[in-house]
């Protein structure tokens, strides 16, 4: 049977999450190769001796560079902090490996551009991890959308919160630097906007206002340090296709846990989607009776690819893991020269110059084209 | 018993919904004086005689300056299309009636800051029906509020969405004359702006991109017209109490009947409340253990006046003409002079101020100080 | 114009029902007859004066029987307690008069069969205040059976539940007395039982298991003393048009507040509704696509009658009174000879056998027929 | 690193979750032994190779005798149809293998109880596939019961409903014969019955009827077949700890594909869970303010143990194939002599007993004590 040999960097949660991926994937799809999980690296080195007996690695090493050398090794993933993740991607690239790194692509613009160009250089496959577009539920807007069942799209709205920094209390951390990005906007904006790549194309224009629910923030041992990031942001955009839209994200959002709400407004229907809800879509068409219309709870089916490969029973659910691992079959059909569905750096580069230029709207209070 | 004499003008979907506030009021409350059904005007003359029969009105007239000077009419209800309100209202104001006048105030700006002036002229009640502010739920939001519950507030969003305009087939009709106001922002955004100022207080900045789904529409007898008004309307805004938010109106989203959403975040928790479930509040705080923490649906009851007045058990539901009779009773207090929840004509015209501010915003691409 | 005059006995929690729903059924229908409040009846005398006035009631009397002699009177609103309900439809029905009276008909059996009597003696229009029935989405509920949407019904399931008697420190009191009757079976049970009659037609057979949540209560003054009724009742019975279902009601059920639900399933879809959403209904069909079926929520709206009377736009809610008033307009109906949608006592009185069975039931640990 | 060899005999919808929770266990808790994937058993011996190779098995056979024989298997997982469980599973335990047997354990309560009596002889594990007790949110009811935060419970409603054999036009299948066994009860039932006795343990007596919403089926060729089986069933039932309850259990519920609902009525509150979303529990509790209490929707977190074993962040989302991984978990937790938390074949059996109770009920029209 065919093999291919995966190196994992770093094991954390999103480490885990590919771990996870890596051992399910070929049992659930069982046309992909079969994946060899030959070397996993992470600091210090005893946790990664440690995770890899866990994860099932046949080798561990505290020396990512190693694991880029290692002939056995096909398809490198990166899931570490997105400071790391251009000088990784690009050395495995230059050796020749696949790439699936996590996003977002990197820290600074220019980084992520120099990805891009080693992916390009390299030939190999370069994704990136926006497992939410991997969602069965997902899929089938697109499909919905293909088919015309809400007509022309000409309004969208989409929203992304959690509450893990909602805290005022919480210590002063890393996510507060200004050198971890401007905050919500790279943290969570990416996300929707791999989204509305993947539905609706990309951007035309965009206007931005950020915000900081709190000034500062307790420092362990005493004091309090002014907060750099933005926890909030609110973006109004139009697109390339023609419509409208909003884009709100706020990582400080009490009781949202893992919101990502999209609202789709068209010319005969509409679509609503929670990822919180992750295994519902909900659909209003003004198809048949009129007192008979309203929006429709679709629950995740067999019907809606590739829910049938983990269940053939409907209304069961699929999982947030579930989505990585169906990702990770995306990039094996990638690598094996099938059609895929992933973001890849080309496309992960647009979602970095649309989040910039979001930034730059917030800073120049006008609208910056794209 | 005391009682206080009525005149209406205007007899549609606002003139029927105050003539079932007048003629429920006293039942539901009691403690009000009795309303006298005196006078009702509106064109032709049948269809006032109609009416006047079947809203128990006593005289019928065509001419509505008539009922403004008719001695037995104390105040005078105006339910008339938005472009009549201010010769209407200020003819009854300066005839020293009280007035309840339907929102929005006007289609100009200078309308409506003439009848303001009217209204201080006149020193008596001067009200506008900004209904949803009297929902016992949205009462209960400012109790919240007032007592902490949810900490201090940071950031807010509000949407307010029906589908009445959606039809992409739907014939040119004066809704989409420039004539009729901006659109979305004058017919829509005002309810919500009524909530905001009613919980938050007044806004600080503004900014506004309004859209058109359609750009022309079939006119009847053949051809077609361009859409001179927006349908949609996106704001960003701040508050003047420092805290930041979305305002999203649409009027032709496919699906929502009667949407009007808020979700409010603060600095302990989360409040969200959508009118098309008007008898529901949801409400996370981060009282108590961890695992145990979640959004709660408080159902509308007793405890939140002034449902108590209309069912003694909890969770039979409020309807949305209850509003209107909430409105006439604090309409009633005001002209007794007891403390009273209305938005007068001054806070009116803050909120017709707010809507000019956004389109101007959306005309000049930058934010707009009010 | 034509009017009909009007008498109220009781001014409580129904009886303020009744009043709004007189004082509003011509303003919202139209095509009624003009009520003329003429009398009303309660003790003592000084609240019947001071409910007269608040109702906007002519006359105010604390001897009942006054009010049924009264020439100007032509129907009696019926809202006192349920032990009274009996003597008080035979004199007002002996009289002549119109009878509107509240559920449940009588507290035994015996009573109820006098009262059906007395309505078919006196030829007049006797109606029962099962409220329910009225929903515009109960009626489309209806309308949907009977277009065949959901094909053969062949299973349901009715549940209705409360919590104002969850409390197991709150004192003993009348409902706790077995004079009051069975417990949940006639005071919730008789809800559910009107709607599965208006739906389904009369059950064949019941079986029934009643159960006490608290086997005794303190007494105001000290000690305790022993349950008699039975908060907690569950159902199953086959219908005589074939299909099978369950009835479940709790009024100890912490957290339910107006909870009647109801899930019906047949060869080709099934209907969800609970009344504490009452402006939605679910329905799920098998009609379209496979990958696009679901529930879909039908919110309210002018296409289910008669919405419309009292809103032109969809989706913005009528409440609990609204249902009383559309309840009084089809007793007008039935009045003036048109076609009607009441309960009458005849209905009652099959009511009330299907909840003397289920008693039955309950003691004997058998089906017993109908 | 510790080891535990793994035998697999069927590769249908459970043999696939039992392949994926082998493969995913060790790396999603980490504290297990390694699975070593050793044989996997299935007929024809083609289908049995092509899926060893997919789930990554290192033998193949089509003699599950062999693979029982196979000193390198330590633990036999049973995921074939319920008629051949009872021989497998007594085969495995009597070679002294640990058995981890899909449910129902048999169809025949003789047969349960000869697994029963083999597990007590072996001294080996021998759990069953009830995996929906598995759920974190699911725990956490028990956690909450445990602590009393809904006081005493005195009624419980549980229902399971889906709908793939709701279609009338569906084919006669093997479901439909008398020799799968009663239905709906011994196919549905069994699941909330197991979380019937983990939350509230042991059923004291019950009361049941069953339906068949279709009286025959057509057969493939031609004619109709009547069918033996009942689609419905509904149960009334004591518990042994006092409360009382009910058990609606339906295959042909139009719309339901995945529901496993239930309420839980205490002193103190009451629970709200259903399985087709299964990462949410509501709550309701008498604490705080009145005008504050509501059910509040808590969402699977690493609160909830083991949810933080999948996922750090909370809100994200467990699937149904992820309680399989749990439910791998406890198994090897039992076989390691830590506490479990599994249904071991002593408790299946009273389950089993439950059911053939409520089909004796059905059949005799009284009450049947267990």
Redesign the interface.
Known sequence: ?KTIGVGLIGTG?MG?CH??AW??V???F?DTP?PRLVHLADVPGERAARQA????FEKATEDWRALVADPDVDVVSITTPNALHAEMAIAALDAGKHVWCEKPMATTLADAARMQEAAARAGTVAALGYNYIQNPMIR?VE??LARG???RV??V?F?MD?D?M???DGAFFWKNEASSGYGALDDFAVHPLSLIHTLFGPLAKV?C?M?R??EDRPVPGGGRRAVETFD?A?V?F?LACGA???L?V?R????????IAM?I??????I?FD????NE?Q??????R??????????A?P??APYGN?????????????LKTIECRELLNAIEGRPARIVDFARGLEIERAVHAMARAHET???VEL
């Open positions: 049977m949660y885990k771990a996870l051992n399910g070929k049992a659930v069982g079969r007996a866990a994860f099932g089938h499909a919905l069942a809400i007509g000409n309004h709205r929203e959690e893990f909602a805290d005022p206007f206002h915000d629910p709190y909030i609110s109004l139009t409208s839209g909003t709100c706020n400080a959002a009490w009781g949202r846990k893992g919101r609202q407004f068209g010319t005969r229907g509409s609503l990822q919180e809800r992750m879509l659909l209003f068409t003004t198809d048949g009129a007192d008979e219309q309203g929006y429709r709870t679709i629950l089916a019907e809606h983990f269940l053939p029973a409907p209304g069961h659910g699929l999982g947030f893991n579930d209070g006008g609208w």
